[in-house]
Structure formats: C-alpha cells, structure tokens
C-alpha cells in the first residue's frame, strides 16, 4: 500500500498537558498503573482524531504513532530489555520510570540534549553483558489498539543505529556498537509482531545520519545504516518501511538510504537539501533506482512556530520530483517540538494578537500546510493559488511591521567593536575578587533557582488574573525571597541565590521585559519526561526598556552579608529555548539580545552586585551538526557572551553555567566565555567533564555538578564527597567550586534542604584535606 503525504510525528504530551499531569498523579500515588495506561489511551485516541479532522487518513498510516510515557529512546530500551544490572528485579513500570528518575537505591541513566534541540533523551548504557532481545510488546499494543478503535496508525521508533551510537559503554571494555546484530535481531522480531497485528508501514528514524557531533564519525554510521536497512529490508513478513533522516541535511548519505532497498525515504529539506542527479549517479545511483519508491520531502519545519514560505516549498517539492521517485509532502522533524495549535492563545496586544495568528503555525496549522501542499503536487498548484497568495502576503507584511527592524538597536550592534567584548587579565580579576569576596577553599553555591512552591505559582496565577495587586504579589515575592536567604544562611552557603521565586521560567521571565518578544499561554512543549516549557516568541529587534532583575537583588542582597548573585540568562539560551525570527542572521539575533543583558549587568553592578551569573546552559545545544559551521557558530556564540558580560570591573566575579551536554567538544569555547567561575552538569555522568578540563589544562573557576538534580533521589555526603575528590584530582583546588548540576525549580524543600545539607557537609569535608 503506498504511503500518503505525512508528518514524522506529533506533540504527545496533550493540548492541557494530559500526559504530565497523568504520569505526576502516578508518580504520587494518585492514580494506579491501570489508571496511567487508560488517560495515555485517552490522549492518543483523541491526537488520532485531531489529526484526521485535520486532513490526514485514518487508515492510511499516515497517522504517526510516537507516544511516550516518558522519551522514545528509553522507549527502545524498554523494547529490548536493556537495563543495566543495577536495576535488577524491577519489571514494568517500576522498571520504565526507575530508569528515567532513579529511585532511594539507584541512580537513573544519564540524561542529554536530542541533537541540537532543546529535548533530552535518556542514555543507555549498553556493554557486552546487557541484555537484549525483543523484551516488551508495547509498540506493538498500541498498534492493535488503535486499529481497535478504527486508525491504522504508523509506528514511529528510533533506529537501531541511531539508538546505540547515542548510547555509551557500559563498563570499560567494547563499544555499544558491538552488539548491532543483538539489536538489529530484536527489530526483524518487531517487524514480524508488527505485520502480524496488521501494520501496512512503520518508520525507522536514524537521525544520527546527520550529525558529525557524535563518538561515531558519519561516513560510518551511513555505511552501518546501509548494512542494516538492506538486512531488515529483505526480511519477507514485514511492513513497509519508512526511513527518516530529520534533523539535518542527509544529501551526502541519500545514496546509501536508496541503496537499502526500503519502500520510502524521509529526509530534512528545511535544514537540508536534495543530491543533484549528478552526485546521484557519481555514486552509482540512478533515476531507474529510485522509479517506485517513496520519497518524503520535510518542507514543513517541524522545530520552529512560523508559517511555511508555501511557495519555496512547493519549489523544492517540484526539485524533489526531478530524482525520480514519487514524491509525498512530510514535515523535516517531528512536530513533538512545537506546541498544539494557535487556536488556544490570545495575545493581549489586539495588533500584535492579529499578527501572531498569521503568522504563526502550531503543530496543528502544520499539519494543514502538509495537507494543502499535499493536494497542490496531486492536482496542480493552481488549485491552491489562492492560499500560495495569501501566504505570500502575510510573509510581505510580516516584514514591513513595526518592531520588527528597529534603527536604533541595528545601529548599535553595527558599533559593537573587539574592545567591547574583551575584560581585562584573568589574574588580576583573580586577585580583585579575591579580596571583595573573602570566600573559603572549594566556596558551596547553588545554580539559581530554588523550588517554587504551589503557593508561589498561585500568587503568580492571581497576579496574572488581577485577583491580587502588585503590592501584594511584591510582598508574597519577598517573603519567598527572605525564606530563601535565611535558609542558605542557616545550611552555611557561601554564595547565595535569591531563589528567582518572581520567575516563571528563565528565558519567559526576561522575554516578558524585551521588547521584541511574545510569550504564550498554553504553548507548551515537551523538554524531558513530563517537564514542559513554553518557549518564547521573539519576532522583531530585541532591546531593554524597562527594570528586570534590580530591585529583586537589591531586597535579597539587603538581607544578608554573604553576597547574593545577580542572575540573568544568556543570549545563546534565549536564543535556544526560544522560538526564534529566521528574517536575520542568529549572530545578529545575538548579539541584540547580548547588548541588552550588558544593559542590566551594568544596573546590577551600579546596584552593588559583586557577582553576576549568565547562564548558557544551551551552547553546546546550539552546536551546528555540520562540523564545516562549528567555527563561526563559536565564533558569535561566545562573542555574545562575552559581549553581555564584560563591561563589568575587575573585582565584580562573572559566572556562567552549562547543563547537559557533551562539553569536551566545546572546551576552548567554553574557556573563551572567559567567565571567572564556570559551574558545569557532571553529577549524573559521574564527572565525566573532569578529564577534559585536565586536558584542557582549563585555568579558572569551575563548578562540576556534585548533586544531580533531574533525579528525586537525595545523594549521601559520602557519595558527595567522593566526587568531589574526583574533581579535586583533576581541577586545581583554588579554582574549584562545590555545586548542583542546574537549578533546584523543579525540586521539593524537604529534599533540597537534605541535599543542600550533605552537600555543604561533603565540601567541608574535603576543604579540610586540602
């Protein structure tokens, strides 16, 4: 059966957020394991019928199933049985969700960024004794059960290659990668489980076929695509197979994807483009090979909020067709990126709210655009005309706006010079800070935020709805903020935090003070497991006009004689965890956001702030996949830091912060950021960063992460303690600072008092023996 125009997936945690709340009331007891499985049942029967009301077959497989109680790579680890042994005797759910948060006894696998998204998926750990074999029957069920409820769904999982270049050793010998034949046995099994319950297609994403970020260099990781595709390919009792490349541009490695033998092709043309029939046949493929099969061009972007250019698409739709195969419209990723649908917001500015909607699309207004593309490469582009035109209107409009180009911040940033992004001697800043600050050996802080109680988000909530005034949402804000100082006070904190009890969200907080930003109400995508986010919208030029952070500081710094940091996000992170304009260059883009945060370091430093934190969680995250674009994403990306931050005095302490990344690419970069105090995730990799920062011979401040804050678990000193003699190894003491991972938002106070608590105890320790 041939597949019809498609999208590779669709958001999964529900329009209200359905599947965070039901796996939360699981994870309290509130609901039972049955109680789970119906409301997950529930909110897939329902995207089912969202997506057929929207235009897409309901038994055509068009309608892509890629649920997930939690992330689809832990998703195939739960299919092939591949726990490590420290998670011996538990089953099911026990098992699922022990893997992903840990419990009292074990701590979880380790947690990263999805390529360069703002998702993170959870690392397997696979060594030459893992178990593996075709071990859960879930991919399966869920197929059986919608085709019950009368959809013939499209089964979505990640490939076996992509699964175990993203995975890491489990102990010192082998290569995950060593057990392909293991994996690649267990997805023949699927495939045949699959036929068997009914399956007509089912697709295989291997993204890593468009990353040179990873262990594996691409060239190997194409041929190993080949060898096993061509395998599973001619297996006899199986669906059809659609093969995805999302995520970036797979040219250099489509003749391989050909060369399988699969039924259909899936590749990236919003971040990639087509081979030309030349390189096609310099490799030994030609028109004749691709005469029948399938090829789903991703012209619809599945990362970002904007409307499709739907005549540039339709272009590159008409190229598609010159190779030869019969060409559907798809989106380039998943839509699990981006929220459900415009329809739910309302912006408070009645123009702005206009342009928005126009120009604005949701996973489900990208749906219509597959679907209307889709009806004009079968029947001829004249017959959506009109809608090619009206879209070329809004795109016209949309650039003549007002705030969109603003003279007076291009003019600025046209200005920016060397000398405005470079401070002064690291040593003699050193020595300043130094003696402002007074600080231990081995100084205890934490990331920034502190937990944010059901009472502080109802005080935000009744601020928002004007149920309470702005003296009393202030005075609710300061007692939080005094709760927060006299605590670190009491546990004996050196550098304090003010908690950011004011703050929604890091990058929304400082989005809802630019100008150039909208933020949304219910725009909420999935970052990791049931944590959610509302990126932000930046549509026009960025500037400050109004207080952001000042007056917060100020009330927290007049409570205490220990120093208390200013905290601001960083432009590569807002950039990030943002919705970003694709008119203008993201240097451009940057370097806007960065001159405006200088704007506030310089209030915070006037203030008295004697230290400031720029988070830039997401650098690494940005990191081009196309090794041939590293060298200028570094470039702008650090010169906007840089930028933003070093205006300050000598003896004013600069720091920043990075979670969950491989950092050993980006360690020059990083050590060009040229911040007097780096704190860097490393507590649930097990301080995997301290031998690049060894190697790197890396000379100032340094934080690696002792307490993983992803996980409910509480660590004991003596664990504490034993990491922090790892970094004691390999980073200078003088230079070494005791921390978490990230910030402590999404924690409760009774297990962040006890963490904190072990953590001090663990940094005492260890400053006693050096």
């Not at 329009?15 to 109680?35: F, H």
């Not at 342009?355 to 889709?374: P, Y």
């Not at 209107?393 to 603003?406: I, W």
């Not at 504490?720 to 921390?739: F, R």
Request: charged share 25%; aromatic share 6%.
């Amino acid at each position: 059966m041939s597949l019809p125009s498609t999208i590779l997936g669709y958001p999964r945690i529900g329009r209200k957020r359905e599947l965070k709340k039901a796996v939360e009331s699981y994870w309290a007891g509130g609901i039972d394991a049955d109680g789970l499985a119906a409301a997950e049942a529930e909110l897939r029967r329902a995207n089912l019928a969202r997506l057929v009301e929207l235009g897409l077959g309901a038994d055509d497989s068009s309608l892509p199933e890629n649920s997930s109680l939690y992330d689809q790579v832990l998703d195939v680890t739960h299919l092939l049985g591949a726990a490590p042994e420290r998670f011996a005797g538990r089953e099911g759910l026990d098992l699922y969700f022990a893997l992903a948060r840990g419990d009292s006894s074990v701590a979880p696998l380790e947690m990263t960024k999805w390529f360069d998204t703002n998702y993170h998926y959870l690392v397997p750990e696979i060594g030459p004794d893992t178990p593996i074999s075709f071990a859960n029957r879930d991919v399966v069920d869920r197929f059986t059960q919608a085709k019950g409820w009368g959809y013939t769904t499209r089964p979505v999982i990640v490939g076996p290659v992509t699964y175990l270049v993203l995975s890491k050793p489990a102990g010192e010998n082998g290569s995950p990668l060593d057990r392909l034949d293991d994996v690649v046995a267990a997805y023949g099994e699927l495939l045949t489980a699959l036929a068997e319950a009914g399956a007509q297609w089912v697709q295989f994403d291997e993204p890593a076929l468009v990353s040179d970020n990873l262990t594996v260099p691409r060239t190997e990781i194409a041929h190993l695509v080949e060898q096993v595709w061509t395998g599973l390919a001619a297996r006899e009792n199986r669906p059809n197979i659609l093969l995805a490349a999302p995520y970036g541009d797979s040219s250099a490695v489509f003749p391989a994807l050909v060369r399988t033998g699969v039924e259909a092709i899936g590749v990236d043309l919003d971040r990639g483009t087509l081979p030309t029939p030349e390189s096609l046949a310099n490799e030994g493929v030609s028109p004749s090979d691709l005469a029948g099969r399938t090829l789903v061009a991703g012209v619809v972007d599945g990362r970002n909020i904007w409307a499709t250019d739907l005549s540039a698409a339709a272009e590159k739709l008409e190229a598609a067709r010159g190779l030869g195969a019969d060409v559907l419209v798809g989106t380039a990723t998943s839509l699990q990126h981006v929220p459900h649908d415009t329809a739910l917001e309302t912006w408070d500015d009645p123009a702005l709210n206009e342009n928005l909607h126009a120009w604005l699309a949701f996973a489900d207004q990208k749906v219509g655009e597959v679907v209307l593309l889709d009806r004009g490469i079968r029947t001829g582009l004249d017959s959506i005309r009109a809608e090619l035109d009206a879209n070329a209107a809004v795109l016209a409009q949309r650039a003549a706006t007002e705030g969109v180009s603003v003279p007076a911040v291009r003019e600025r940033v046209a200005a920016l010079t060397g000398a405005d992004r470079t401070r002064g001697d690291y040593a003699e800043r050193r020595a300043a800070q130094a003696a402002r600050l007074g600080l231990p050996d081995l100084p205890t802080t934490s990331i920034g935020s502190f937990p944010q109680t059901a009472e502080v988000r109802q005080a935000r909530a009744a601020h928002a709805r004007g149920d309470i005034d702005n003296a009393a949402y202030e005075a609710r804000m300061k007692e939080e903020i005094e709760r927060t100082i006299r605590l670190q006070e009491e546990l004996d904190v050196d550098v304090l935090v003010h908690g950011e009890a004011e703050r929604n969200d890091m990058v929304q907080y400082f989005a809802e003070l630019f100008d150039g930003f909208a933020v949304t109400k219910h725009g909420w995508v999935q970052s990791y497991g049931s944590r959610c986010t509302r990126p932000s919208i930046l549509w026009g030029d960025v500037a400050k006009s109004r207080e952001m952070t000042v007056p917060w500081w100020s009330y927290a710094q007049s409570l205490t004689d220990r120093p208390v940091k200013g905290m601001l996000t960083g432009p590569v992170t807002i950039i990030a965890w943002s919705f970003v304009r694709r008119d203008i260059p993201l240097s451009e883009v940057a370097d806007q956001i960065a001159l405006a945060l200088r704007d506030e370091v310089a209030a915070l430093e006037e203030a008295g702030a004697a230290v400031i934190q720029v988070d830039e969680p997401a650098l690494r995250e940005l990191l081009p996949l196309d090794q041939s674009r590293h060298a200028d994403y570094l470039a702008w990306s650090v010169g906007a830091f840089n930028a933003a931050t070093a205006g300050v005095e000598p003896a004013t302490q600069i720091h920043t912060h990075l979670c969950y990344s491989e950092f050993g690419q980006i360690i020059d970069a990083i050590a060009a950021l040229d911040a007097d105090v780096t704190s860097i995730e490393a507590a649930r990799s097990r301080m995997e960063v301290l031998p690049d920062l060894k190697e790197h011979g890396f000379a100032q401040g340094v934080g690696p992460g002792v307490w993983d804050i992803h996980s409910p678990r509480v660590p004991s000193v003596e664990e504490l303690t034993s990491l922090l003699e790892l970094a004691v190894e390999s980073v200078d003491p003088d230079l070494l600072w005791v921390n978490p991972d990230c910030g402590l938002k999404t924690r409760g106070y009774e297990e962040t008092i006890a963490s904190l608590t072990n953590l001090v105890a663990a940094a005492k320790a260890v400053r006693a023996t050096i």
